[in-house]
């Protein structure tokens, strides 16, 4: 990646700076005091690098962050019919927070998060605050949040919430509110850490010119606290992260999490209790886990005593965590308080509880469950934020003064007939931060997600977090409308306070060798992004060899071979307008027919056709393991994704030199791939899998090539050879070797036994033969060998032992020793996959049982 | 007093091996001053790899169990001994309690007691309950501010009873209850959940009940086993007196022929059994619940 261009020295005089023409919002502007009033200092450095940038500058650093970001595939999925991803967006000027006022956030909401951890203890445990009438029953025990079997869950203290999020909100008199909790599973703090790193590349300047707080301690506190939860006290515990899959809106951040975290990511299938003790199906077994930190939300945790329709879960977790040996992070059933209803109550609770003032209010709540907050909504109901009362998702807020007349009377109406049902919050008229926009700086207003984790008995939060700011004065701040982030600087040096991380107190580094043992949906989906890719690079030779024959005139003569090379690529039932039989009693190709051929089969109109499926499935599961892929892997796989997108059909001509380049810098990403994994990724079992993908493909597709081009009878069969060696990168290799003309037994060597050949059959087979002695299996039963060592062998001897010239021989032009040969590899190769993937996978899905007992045929009267 | 002797069998077939199995469920009846538990015994084919039973959040026995060997059918058989108390023994009839809808509501605010807190969580919605405008209107000439609500509940079930088809092909476990008001179908479950969705959208506490019924065989013939199925009914409260329990399916008091198994905010809380199985194709389930009084059982 080239760093970013060099700040210029000097800005050009005659334009104006760019702090110096922005133009603050109406109220509180997070970096200037008022229209011309000078700039806040917190944002002084920040506003001089960007004036050093210009909007030339700065320009370049959002083509950089735009390219990083489609790079790295930051992402989050939208919820819509059409489905599909959106890219995520950050916006190179950061969100600046002074030391000093981000102290007071961290003391007020490390109050907040205490005072919430009690009122969940208490709901789901002796109900005090109910019966002392602090909490209307109805919004505790009414709401959908409240899970009941989750009631006496956890009977310590401080074990529900671990991980605290607040949504804030700056008013336009420069106060903070708390306008939401999110308890449940807080999405977002992934995010955040890669808005930072996207920042390190983008704004160095920035990032080094000031003391801006580091997120690295946070993280490493979390950790600390997601395993200082463990039940079995041992150091290194077994901490997994789950999460729903990659149909999530935020499953980017599950694998990104897992990645800097690094926990296995695994979802409820990669589960199973037994003996209330949770395990994770691994490809070694299953190893027992010690702490799950959940991306699941609660309600959708156990189908057997939540939600019965859930698939997402773990049947019998529930159970588990009542038997004490696992911890979730968060505790299930958190989620009760992230009704916004229940805020209009905390400062009332914060008195009780904890005999103070709540330091940070939350947005003034009515709840229409009592007649005067009720009546007072319904009087003001055009000025005010009309949200549903209950539960922990919360529904879209509504803004009745938007709207006509008549639909305020319908709310109206649905207020009166069930008013425990809404509340109402106070319309926040917010403050603006700069957004760039344009080569310009406009005032947005914005929404802040801070994090604070619960370690060693204090709270300490993120010196950063997530800001979201819409586009336009009025927009909305969800992502999912098209929001803009931004990554949050803190700025000053961390003070040492009680809080803050004691270095001395850190545990002895453990030097961990090998990691915790592959999931078996992970080691699944390794394997096959192996066999894709490699299934990818071979027909990518295949077809480039092909056009490359057809534009080359020499060729047009012995037509029979890239007719036999067309059927290594497609059924010989579409072939048939094909072969030009010329006067002469030469077969020809006929160009037109060898154009629209070509055309369909990368249009995927014919079976199996094109490479885009393969490439797309290949990113399909890259993007569901790419918590193991190094981030150098994952950029050759983005770019390769975008390649793939100009491969034809297009408008141009398919046989042709722009097609050759495309197909060209294919092959080059792919090899790359195939390299970074070689190079790159560690030697353990998921490198295993991913190869012996990689042989498996590769053994198979040399069987389909030679198969299609030297079984069949031709009449000129030595023109075959020479693409055949093209097709398998085996060329050069040959001509070292033989310094002769191509001979059918000496290719049919090479290809098939040659050891050396990294190419041939044989070569495959010896490190399938290599990898299995690797694999786990080896080291539990070492007595009897398993089917697919058997299988491994059984290929090896035949491939080992097979007589070339006998395989070479011709019968009536055909040969038929040599297909029969072939045959019985490529059948081998397949109960050998078949034979791995029940023996380390073995993935079956659950179903649920719900419809039992229902219905008595009773009717007396 | 009534004594009966339930059999309640679950049997699963599946059309593939089920690798490991985890099951949850509500077969066991709970013991109260209305009936007491005489003995009561589960048997599981093939044996659990480990069960277990806890006290739920509302008092009702659950039963958890995981079986780890392949199999390709299940077998579930509970069997209880219960004593019922006779009708006398039952809660005050309702002329003695003129407790107004407005009473009922007005108690639920100001008390704070468990039982008044138990009351009122079974005023809100819940997952199988709905309020809607067809569900409100349906429900609100049943509760003038100034009846008593023992007998506007009387009333629905009545109008619950007669208005309904009972028709086991119409619905299904999906079937939201706002479909059964406009179907005008079902079974008890959905008549139930009906009456509760009525009540709880006037803020009248109501609870959902599971449990068996004693039917009578057909004069002449003896009792066929296996012929009956779990039953569920509604519970009112009324503040002060407790729980009385309403059968809309058959327009009854419940009375000595009702044996209680599990009581809940509707069927999601309790339902007899939910299973997690891995493997399995498609499943068939069966089951038989057989309720004989005691003294049927003694004969020779």
Known sequence: ??????????????????????????????????????????????????DRLGPEGLEQRVETVERLIREYGVSYNVY????????????????????????????????????????????????????????????????????????????????????????????????????????????????????????????????????????????????????????????????????????????????????TLGYPLVEGDDLTVRDGRVFLKSISGMRQVDVIVRRVDSDWCDPLELRSDSLLGVPGLLQAIRSGRVAVANGIGCGLLQSPAISAFLPGLCRDLLGENLRLPSVATWWCGQPAERDYVLSNLHSLVLKSAKGPALGPALFPGNHSAALQRQWRRRIERHPGDWCAQEFVNKATTPLLS????????FLLRVYLVRHQGGYTMMPGGLARVARGQEGSVSMQAGAVSKDVWVTGLAQVSQRERRPSQAAPTIIRRSAHSLPSRTADNLYWLGRYCERAEARTRLVRVLIDSLMDESWTGPGESIFLLFSALMPLGEMQ?????????????????????LRRWFGEELPGGGLRADIASAMRIARGVKERLSLDAWHTASHLDQRARTLPPGRQTVISDRTLQTLDSIVGLLSGLSGLFMENMVRGDGWIFQDLGRRIERALQMCNLIYSTLTPPCRNPNALLRPLLQCSDSLITYRRRYFTSLQTVSVLDLLICDPDNPRSIAFQLHRIEEHLGGLPHRAQSHALPLPLDKTSLRLTSQTGLCDVAGLAETNRGRRLKLARFLDALASGLGIFSEQLAEHYFAITYRQSTASAARGASVDLA | MPRYHIIHRTAYKYSMPVAISRHSGYLKPRSSSRQAIDSFSIAIEPAPAEQHERKDYFGNTQLHFQIEEPHTGLIITAESRVTVAPPDRLPPPPASAPLTCRDVREALRKDTSTDSLSAAQMACRSSLTAFTDPIDDFAAPFFPGDRSYYECASDLCAAIHQQFEFDPHATDLSTPVTEVLRLRRGVCQDFAHLMLSCLRSQYLPARYVSGYILTLPPPGQSRLQGADASHAWVGIHLPGHGWIDLDPTNNLLCGDGHVTVAIGRDYADISPLRGAVIGGGTQKVKIEVTMTPEEEVSRP
């Open chain 1, 438 to 445: 344009g080569g310009r700086l406009h005032a947005a207003p």
């Open chain 1, 577 to 597: 307008n094909l072969k030009l039989e010329n006067p002469q009693g030469t077969a020809g190709v006929d160009p037109d027919e060898a154009e629209s051929l």
């Open chain 1, 1 to 50: 990646m080239p760093p970013p261009p060099n700040v210029a020295p000097h800005p050009s005089p005659q334009t104006e700076a760019l702090s110096a023409s922005y133009v603050p919002g109406g109220g509180y502007d997070e970096m200037r005091e008022g229209p011309g009033q000078p700039i806040r200092p917190v944002w002084s450095e920040t506003a001089a690098v960007l």
């Open chain 1, 80 to 259: 819509s019919d059409a489905g599909g991803q959106q890219e995520w967006a950050m916006d190179v000027v950061p969100f600046l927070l002074d030391g000093k006022e981000w102290s007071l956030l961290e003391e007020a909401l490390s109050q907040r998060f205490h005072l919430l951890n009690l009122i969940l203890h208490d709901c789901y445990g002796e109900q005090r605050l109910i019966q002392g009438g602090r909490l209307p029953p109805e919004l505790v025990l009414g709401n959908p949040g409240f899970l009941t079997p989750a009631h006496g869950l956890l009977p310590q203290k401080f074990r529900h919430l671990h991980l605290y999020a607040a949504d804030l909100a700056r008013s336009a008199d420069g106060v903070w509110w708390v306008l939401s909790d999110r308890l449940d599973a807080a999405s977002g703090l992934g995010y955040a850490i890669e808005n930072r790193q996207l920042s390190h590349r983008v704004m160095p300047e920035g990032l080094r010119g000031q003391p801006i707080r580091s997120l690295h301690p946070f993280v490493s506190d979390f950790c600390d606290a997601v395993e200082g939860l463990s039940p079995r006290h041992r150091e290194n515990p077994h901490v997994v992260l789950l999460t729903p899959g990659p149909g999530n809106e935020t499953y980017f951040e599950h694998s990104f999490l897992a990645r």
